[in-house]
């Protein structure tokens, strides 16, 4: 069985930094039908092409969906203890290789701190699930008897044979990884797709999979692009997609005609509504962290602001205040707050609109647009390549409305758009009228009258006298349904990898269907 799995872990995942190896050396035969598809990677801090992934083919995923399962039977039938064991060895072995994973997701993002504490958080997810994994199977189980005496009842939690798990590249490691633990310690397998923008965390992530030949057999990731997801989809049991919209409709849409289920943790355009006895400055501090950390790149972003109009201008200044003392990670890498644009798509995205935005009758407080920068090489020798990319300063604009695509698209970039209202209602109105609904935030005077307003907007996740409190949630394992397009299905945890196989066993006599018909029901 080891021996598939390192088979199997070699053949899936195709190689970062070797154009032609990677996936297809076991598969040769499959794939000598179809050209390899070769992909370019762009590094966001100098806008260069440095890497090339070699897409696994959907003959690939098929094979490595194949292995898996395979391999699955045992892993799904051994002990959770048994489990919990390997799991545990995992988390070593990611503590181990904490450096080249860091390192690896920080080139993949343009990221510091965010790339310092991702493994943190996948290594801290695994320990949590080690310590409450037997309590949530125990209570997940019933046992007693049914209203007939002689017949009971067992419940055996059984494991969808593979789970696939696709992830977006704002968050590469984190995201995809995170995602990939709940099945696992429910007894699934996994294979793992993060963005072909993203992919570069995979390599040394492998390593340590690797080093745990057990895990070695169940997990397996890949590179590709919408292509490999889309094969992902077509060979797995039950799929975790993380992304956009419009790609998370497709998956659910494929997933419906194989009758298996899609969970789906899509965008937002978080509303942040600060009232007229709000501390402002408070406000301010709190709405430029949630709208400009990882330069707005984050699902949960503030992406709009509606502060009561007596307190407006007020807020406003503080607002330019604040956000004008948040730097770019340039020249230097290492000094400043945000970095830069991970996808260049994103950053077009932005421009447009804010475009739309000016076009439409708003105006810019702060910031502006995107700005393309050049490396700074010869200021940062050593450190060749760094320290360029498309960047762009916290930005707030003023006189917005929702006409505008700035409060209806997700705009995924360093935007603070405000924009006034009168009544409560009114604001509540406004944060509501959206097709997104991830989370959102509320500012007052007291948390008395601030969850007064949290209770009534329609989010799966509410900050209460502050933004982007949904990090701390996911530290405590919370879970939470997305409202409107943001998402379907929970948060994922261990028992949405499982089925409920109720077993009802009859140790009195067997019923005649002449003589005693229908006593069975009773
Ligand atoms: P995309 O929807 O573009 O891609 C997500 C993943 O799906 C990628 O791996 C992508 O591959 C793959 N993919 C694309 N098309 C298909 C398909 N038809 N079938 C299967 N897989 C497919 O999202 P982004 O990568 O642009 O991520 C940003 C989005 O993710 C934002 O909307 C953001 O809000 C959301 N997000 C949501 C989170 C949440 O928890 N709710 C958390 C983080 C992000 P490839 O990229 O290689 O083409």
Redesign the pocket.
Known sequence: MAKTAATANKADSASTTNKAGSANSTNKADSAATEPRVLPVRNPRTGEIDTHITAASAEEIAATCARLRQAQAAWGRAPLGHRIGVMKQWAERLKAHRAALVEADSIDTGYGQISQVAPQMVIGTILRLCAIAPAIFEQARRKGTSPVPSIHYDTNLRPYPVAGI??????PLM?STLHAIPPLFAGCAAIV?????APRFVKPMMETIREVPELAEVLAYVV???ET??A??ENSDIIN????????R??AE?CARRFIPSIL????KDPVIVTETADLKRAAKAVVRGAVTSTGQV?FSIERIYVQEKVHDAFVELLAEEAGRVELNYPDPHAGQIGPFI?ERQARIVDEHIEDALAKGAAIRLGGKPLNLPPQRAEHAGDSGRGGGLYMHPTILTGVNHDMKIMRD?T?GPVMPVMKYRTEEEAIRLANDTYYG?SAAVIAGTVEEARRIADQLDAGVVSVQDTFLTFAGFGAGLQSD?FNF??MGSRAGILAFLRRQSVLTNTGEAESMVDDSLKAVG
């Not at 696709?166 to 968050?171: D, H, S, T």
């Not at 797709?193 to 923008?197: G, I």
């Not at 997609?241 to 998370?248: L, M």
């Open positions: 696709i992830g977006p590249w704002n968050a995201l797709k993060p963005s072909e923008v590709g692009d919408g997801g889309q992902i989809v997609f993380t992304g956009s919209v419009a790609n998370g497709k998956v494929a943790e899509l965008g937002g699902c996808a997700e995924f991830l997305s943001s998402g």
